[in-house]
């Protein structure tokens, strides 16, 4: 079989605040076109690391490459730029903004409109239709017009997929998907990334096993920083060190 | 009922004033999260600008309201970039007190020029008033409401139906998520600053002709103004106009019917709604 080639990469990176290092060597290698899922206790350095590979932080130390680009240390907007998009771990959504408008942005930032910044809503409506169907994808289409600020918690972070869609990314960083979400709400996001992750990578934090082991084609365990384990669900689930770091005190 | 109207009108007229430096201290705090002590100094420098152009080229009103913000407006962008910039990742102290200390250097030197005495700026257009049926109007002061009317709405509409405004509002309000959308939100703060120093500089533009002309004329309005955006809410546009105009309401007919408190009224003001709304009328609570 042929070997994916790996469209992430970072090596012995690193990322210390103040003496504490949260983020200490980690060597990740993203198969492309894989779900790869990040898990660990909390305090293991996720969220970190997602910072990192996203530009919203500097690294102290090592390099992060994806797709051939050494990204480390660039800002944000570059790295988005190249085709990473996130979706944040806590809703971080324009209040006043509706549903539609937050995904006509996210569409027109990716477009060749360059300086035109002059250009009035005409110019967004353009991307009305696509919007639309891109909130229809994630069950959002009845919304479109309402202000993001007042949807329910599960539907908040379905918008955040639809944005993250709408900027089409090849590597697609999803900070705890699930988490906060009712059985309910989970099947459908489980349902919606297993669709989503059609021609591109998808990387993922997420603390629920279950949906860890229905997505997931390679998990890394992280524990104070550090790279624990690496492999496919399956192994990892049953690794002794695993099971003593991470699921100790669920088997106990 | 006459005298009613009237200090209304002139309430609006100071409330002009007020809308147009809360303005503008408004979209710096919302892009640049800091709080521009050298707003009242930048206002004072607009209407000195419009007295140095006329003593020194004898170009009149109009030119000044041309010339004197745009001059201003890029100063506003140098400093921005020389200084102020170079302190946001800091404490925000550290930019209170460099705004601050300009306020206090720009003041200095043109004392040192003008002295403490008041300039006489008579080239103002529309004198004379003109007789609406309930009073006489005074014509340059209609002229001044109308020009902050105008800009106030024309600030909003840029806000809301441009492109460049979206990308204003969305980074004022999460600028990690725009900049995941791969938009470069720095690149939009210089000229956001010097935008707003433009304003300041255009309402120091407009009160030459009708205030008095000295270099403590900003510390003066600045303090109220300060009042008038914790009021709205740090960092909302159509809070900071909405009070701006409303507390120049209430400053004059305070001083109409209850004399006493027409200087306090407003501090009174500011501590109820923090109370309440600690976050101003329509401010929005930083989000964790």
């Given at each position: 079989?042929?070997?994916?080639?790996?469209?992430?990469?970072?090596?012995?990176?690193?990322?210390?605040?103040?003496?504490?290092?949260?983020?200490?060597?980690?060597?990740?290698?993203?198969?492309?076109?894989?779900?790869?899922?990040?898990?660990?206790?909390?305090?293991?350095?996720?969220?970190?690391?997602?910072?990192?590979?996203?530009?919203?932080?500097?690294?102290?130390?090592?390099?992060?490459?994806?797709?051939?680009?050494?990204?480390?240390?660039?800002?944000?907007e570059?790295?988005?730029?190249?085709?990473?998009?996130?979706?944040?771990?806590?809703?971080?959504?324009?209040?006043?903004?509706?549903?539609?408008?937050?995904?006509?942005?996210?569409?027109?930032s990716?477009?060749?409109?360059?300086?035109?910044?002059?250009?009035?809503?005409?110019?967004?409506?353009?991307?009305?239709?696509?919007?639309?169907?891109?909130?229809?994808?994630?069950?959002?289409?009845?919304?479109?017009?309402?202000?993001?600020?007042?949807?329910?918690?599960?539907?908040?972070?379905?918008?955040?997929?639809?944005?993250?869609?709408?900027?089409?990314?090849?590597?697609?960083?999803?900070?705890?998907?699930?988490?906060?979400?009712?059985?309910?709400?989970?099947?459908?996001?489980?349902?919606?990334?297993?669709?989503?992750?059609?021609?591109?990578?998808?990387?993922?934090?997420?603390?629920?096993?279950?949906?860890?082991?229905?997505?997931?084609?390679?998990?890394?365990?992280?524990?104070?920083?550090?790279?624990?384990?690496?492999?496919?669900?399956?192994?990892?689930?049953?690794?002794?060190?695993?099971?003593?770091?991470?699921?100790?005190?669920?088997?106990? | 009922?006459?005298?009613?109207?009237?200090?209304?009108?002139?309430?609006?007229?100071?409330?002009?004033?007020?809308?147009?430096?809360?303005?503008?201290?408004?979209?710096?705090?919302?892009?640049?999260?800091?709080?521009?002590?050298?707003?009242?100094?930048?206002?004072?420098?607009?209407?000195?600008?419009?007295?140095?152009?006329?003593?020194?080229?004898?170009?009149?009103?109009?030119?000044?309201?041309?010339?004197?913000?745009?001059?201003?407006?890029?100063?506003?962008?140098?400093?921005?970039?020389?200084?102020?910039?170079?302190?946001?990742?800091?404490?925000?102290?550290?930019?209170?007190?460099?705004?601050?200390?300009?306020?206090?250097?720009?003041?200095?030197?043109?004392?040192?020029?003008?002295?403490?005495?008041?300039?006489?700026?008579?080239?103002?257009?529309?004198?004379?008033?003109?007789?609406?049926?309930?009073?006489?109007?005074?014509?340059?002061?209609?002229?001044?409401?109308?020009?902050?009317?105008?800009?106030?709405?024309?600030?909003?509409?840029?806000?809301?139906?441009?492109?460049?405004?979206?990308i204003?509002?969305a980074?004022?309000?999460?600028?990690?998520?725009t900049r995941?959308f791969g938009i470069d939100t720095?690149?939009?703060?210089?000229?956001?600053?010097?935008?707003?120093?433009?304003?300041?500089?255009?309402?120091?533009?407009?009160?030459?002709?009708?205030?008095?002309?000295?270099?403590?004329?900003?510390?003066?309005?600045?303090?109220?103004?300060?009042?008038?955006?914790?009021?709205?809410?740090?960092?909302?546009?159509?809070?900071?106009?909405?009070?701006?105009?409303?507390?120049?309401?209430?400053?004059?007919?305070?001083?109409?019917?209850?004399?006493?408190?027409?200087?306090?009224?407003?501090?009174?003001?500011?501590?109820?709604?923090?109370?309440?709304?600690?976050?101003?009328?329509?401010?929005?609570?930083?989000?964790?």
């Amino acid at each position: 079989m042929r070997q994916p080639r790996a469209i992430l990469v970072t090596q012995g990176l690193s990322k210390e605040f103040q003496g504490f290092r949260a983020v200490s060597a980690v060597d990740l290698s993203v198969a492309e076109g894989t779900v790869h899922a990040l898990v660990g206790p909390n305090g293991a350095g996720k969220t970190t690391l997602f910072n990192l590979l996203t530009g919203f932080l500097k690294p102290t130390a090592g390099r992060i490459t994806f797709d051939g680009h050494d990204i480390t240390g660039q800002p944000p907007e570059r790295i988005a730029g190249l085709g990473v998009a996130r979706s944040f771990q806590v809703t971080s959504l324009f209040e006043q903004m509706t549903a539609r408008e937050h995904v006509e942005l996210a569409l027109q930032s990716g477009t060749g409109l360059g300086r035109r910044f002059w250009r009035t809503d005409t110019l967004m409506r353009r991307f009305s239709g696509r919007a639309l169907e891109l909130l229809g994808d994630v069950g959002l289409a009845h919304l479109a017009d309402r202000p993001a600020g007042h949807l329910p918690y599960g539907q908040k972070r379905a918008l955040e997929l639809a944005l993250a869609l709408a900027l089409d990314p090849a590597l697609l960083l999803l900070d705890e998907p699930t988490a906060g979400m009712g059985l309910e709400d989970i099947d459908r996001t489980v349902a919606l990334v297993d669709q989503i992750r059609e021609g591109r990578t998808v990387v993922m934090v997420e603390h629920n096993m279950s949906v860890v082991g229905s997505l997931a084609d390679t998990v890394t365990v992280l524990q104070r920083g550090e790279v624990l384990v690496e492999g496919p669900y399956d192994r990892v689930k049953t690794d002794p060190r695993v099971v003593e770091a991470y699921l100790g005190a669920d088997v106990a | 009922m006459t005298s009613f109207l009237q200090q209304a009108f002139n309430g609006l007229v100071s409330g002009s004033f007020y809308a147009l430096l809360a303005l503008g201290l408004a979209v710096i705090f919302g892009m640049l999260r800091v709080v521009n002590f050298a707003h009242g100094a930048l206002y004072m420098l607009g209407a000195f600008g419009a007295v140095a152009l006329a003593d020194t080229t004898g170009l009149g009103f109009w030119w000044a309201l041309l010339l004197v913000p745009l001059a201003l407006a890029l100063t506003g962008t140098l400093l921005e970039r020389l200084l102020i910039r170079r302190l946001t990742a800091l404490d925000p102290l550290y930019n209170f007190l460099l705004t601050f200390g300009i306020a206090l250097v720009c003041q200095d030197l043109l004392r040192m020029k003008y002295g403490a005495h008041s300039q006489p700026y008579e080239r103002g257009p529309f004198t004379g008033s003109m007789d609406l049926g309930l009073f006489d109007f005074p014509r340059y002061q209609v002229f001044v409401l109308a020009v902050s009317v105008t800009l106030c709405l024309a600030v909003w509409l840029l806000l809301t139906h441009t492109r460049i405004g979206t990308i204003v509002r969305a980074a004022t309000e999460r600028p990690e998520l725009t900049r995941a959308f791969g938009i470069d939100t720095g690149r939009w703060v210089t000229p956001v600053f010097g935008f707003g120093v433009g304003l300041a500089a255009l309402a120091g533009v407009l009160a030459a002709p009708m205030r008095a002309v000295n270099t403590g004329m900003g510390s003066d309005l600045i303090i109220t103004v300060f009042a008038v955006v914790v009021i709205g809410g740090l960092g909302s546009v159509f809070g900071s106009v909405l009070a701006g105009f409303t507390i120049g309401m209430l400053q004059a007919l305070g001083n109409l019917y209850v004399p006493v408190l027409s200087q306090t009224s407003v501090y009174l003001l500011m501590a109820v709604v923090l109370l309440v709304r600690p976050a101003g009328l329509f401010g929005k609570e930083e989000p964790a």
